[in-house]
């Protein structure tokens, strides 16, 4: 199945507040564009792209900018399993009635 170009609207929404907050911290911090740029590896172009919520510049691209924020930390608890209400009550609901002890 091939990829949609253009992703469902709540991803692009999520994406348009995620950059919007990057751009509020980088300035909240002092931080010019081409500093945070620089500091990310990246051009001014694309942390301008960043900024916006585009959908088309890569998961690396928005992790180089939260760590030269000092927000990368965040990033890595999006899917720990000890957040996901979602996951932590499929598998309780999974657990067995009864447990046995095994015959030897």
């Given at each position: 199945m091939p990829t949609p170009t253009t992703p469902p609207s709540a991803v692009r929404r999520t994406l348009r507040k995620l950059g919007q907050d990057m751009a509020d911290a980088r300035k909240r911090r002092g931080l010019t564009m081409k500093t945070v740029a620089d500091r990310a590896f990246t051009t001014r172009k694309?942390?301008?792209?960043?900024?916006?919520?585009?959908?088309?510049?890569?998961i690396g691209i928005y992790a180089s900018v939260l760590n030269a924020l000092g927000l990368l930390d965040g990033l890595g608890d999006?899917?720990?399993?000890a957040n996901d209400a979602v996951g932590l009550s499929l598998s309780s609901a999974d657990l067995p009635k009864r447990v046995r002890a095994k015959r030897s």
């Open positions: 694309t942390l301008a792209r960043v900024e916006d919520g585009d959908h088309g510049v890569s999006l899917a720990d399993p």
